[in-house]
């Protein structure tokens, strides 16, 4: 199916929903309906021109403050493609948001207001590109109407983002520039008279044109949900494993093993609800028959028998905080990675990046909300989780506050 996946960011007030709100309207993608009550609701606030950031903003509450204080997933289609924008916040706060919106996305669009140029907050919004893996990023120098359309606006803070390609890892990424104005409609899906200098593309026809790459082939990694035992005298003998293919694929005759105790079989059968498959690719969740019975329970992992891996009770990463309290070292959380759960302590808090100098500061004085650091933990069990620039589909894991019963970090296995 052609769908593309986009994450928006950017700081307070750059124009997201604007932005989302044009391609909406300039594509059609709205009811009629739902172009009157926003034309409507902008003349009651005596606007001169319809506020094309109502579209996104979907809260009364929202709407009356002026913000938009939630992550929004937004779908439209155009004769070519279908997409799903995440539309992530602004404010600094919400860094966990963005690492949310931007883990399954193909293209990052990353909105600067040209007048204010770079900031810590794009800075933040690199370094997230660079974490995720992501390989199209689209920076959206937006208001290029409030600079009267100057070229050397536009290429000043191009040839800023380009100075910084090294030092956030993104060499070996795709980085596109649109001079916008969201609000007239510049560039966006139509192409703007008042930029003759722009020889390129509007951000419309970069999406309908991207080539999305095709994931290489991953490790074969499957999480176990769940133990199927119907005790049932139509299904009397029958023992499956319900679960997700996290990565890799899975066929009929496979030999598989479990990760936590090297005990392996082969594949008898593989059902979809009431399909039996021949095989199960990335992102299905399916139920594994095996031949003969061996000891597997929910959170074991299952891989290709003549895939080598070993389980490591101590894990490198970087870890955002996303809690509201400091990270305490020495105190036990869980790590839950698929559907496995496992007491852990963080032992050693190596570095943090400073946005300002775009270093990993080492012996950071605390670990707070939205921060990005590199750290080590120890484990009560093996961890089976691979480097997530090599397999991203099995390289993440959270935190949990046991005793909250809250998440408080996301991190990435180095």
């Not at 044009?22 to 172009?35: F, G, H, P």
């Not at 050397?152 to 090294?166: G, Y």
Request: charged letters at 25%; hydrophobic letters at 35%; one cysteine or more.
């Amino acid at each position: 199916m052609n769908i593309v996946r986009l994450s928006t960011a950017g700081s307070v007030d750059d124009g997201k929903s604007t932005l989302i709100g044009r391609l909406l309207y300039d594509t059609n993608s709205l009811s009629k309906d739902k172009v009157a009550n926003i034309e409507q609701i902008s003349q009651q606030r005596g606007l001169d021109q319809i506020d094309l950031s109502l579209i996104t903003d979907g809260l009364t509450a929202e709407r009356e403050q002026g913000i938009t204080i939630d992550v929004a997933h937004i779908y439209f289609n155009t004769p070519k493609r279908k997409y799903i924008i995440a539309d992530t916040p602004g404010h600094v706060e919400y860094t966990r948001n963005m690492i949310t919106g931007a883990s399954n996305a193909d293209v990052f669009i990353i909105l600067i207001d040209a007048r204010k140029g770079i900031i810590e907050q794009t800075k933040r919004h690199l370094f997230i590109a660079s974490l995720m893996e992501i390989k199209e990023i689209a920076f959206v120098i937006n208001k290029i109407d409030l600079v009267d359309y100057e070229q050397d606006r536009f290429l000043q803070i191009r040839s800023q983002i380009e100075e910084l390609k090294e030092r956030f890892e993104l060499l070996d990424k795709k980085l596109s520039f649109f001079p916008v104005s969201a609000k007239i409609g510049d560039n966006v899906v139509n192409l703007s008279g008042k930029t003759p200098w722009y020889k390129g593309e509007t951000l419309l026809s970069y999406l309908e044109q991207l080539k999305i790459e095709q994931k290489n082939q991953m490790a074969q990694r499957f999480n176990v949900q769940y133990v199927i035992r119907p005790h049932s005298d139509d299904f009397h003998d029958y023992r499956a494993y319900a679960g997700k293919v996290k990565s890799g694929t899975f066929e009929i005759g496979d030999e598989v093993k479990v990760l936590s105790t090297g005990q392996s079989s082969r594949i008898k059968a593989i059902n979809r609800y009431k399909d039996n498959l021949l095989k199960a690719t990335e992102g299905q969740s399916v139920a594994l028959e095996l031949e003969t019975d061996i000891d597997i329970s929910r959170g074991d992992i299952l891989t290709l028998a003549s895939d080598s891996v070993e389980g490591d009770k101590s894990l490198s990463a970087r870890l955002c905080w996303l809690g509201k309290e400091e990270l305490s070292l020495g105190r036990k959380y869980l790590l839950q990675h698929g559907a496995s759960r496992v007491p852990v302590k963080v032992t050693t808090v190596n570095s943090q990046i400073n946005f300002e100098t775009l270093e990993f500061d080492q012996q950071p004085l605390k670990v707070d909300v939205n921060s990005i650091n590199q750290i080590e933990l120890k484990s009560a069990s093996p961890l089976f989780i691979d480097s997530y620039k090599n397999n991203p589909a099995n390289g993440y894991f959270i935190l949990i506050d046991e005793t909250a019963n809250t998440t408080v970090a996301v991190g990435f296995k180095n």
